[in-house]
């Protein structure tokens, strides 16, 4: 890691966001990033979480662009993301 530059602000590791939890705006838990996909013009986080209706496992794919990601703080291990838990 000491040999990685130093990322710009509002730019990430994909290390860094592995493994944090992820919130949408009404504070409902999406679930944890467990990966992330290149698509070609954008990443898109892979987050594990719990269908809370069906107490089963759900993977949820949300883009990691600004009009879908509030805010990322990686001191509270929080992603906020502008998604529903049904999206």
């Given amino acids: 890691r000491s040999s990685f530059p130093t990322a710009q602000d ?3 590791y994909w290390v860094d ?4 939890a992820v919130v949408n705006r009404q504070g409902e ?3 944890t990033v467990v990966g992330l996909m290149q698509t070609g013009p954008h990443s898109v986080l892979r987050i594990e979480g719990v269908d809370t209706l069906k107490g089963q496992a759900v993977e949820r794919l949300v883009p990691f662009v600004q009009a879908y990601v509030d805010s990322v703080d990686l001191a509270a291990k929080r992603i906020q993301v502008d998604w529903g838990l049904d999206d």
């Fill in 10 to 12: 509002g730019e990430y």
């Fill in 17 to 20: 966001l592995m493994g944090l």
């Fill in 29 to 31: 838990s999406l679930g």
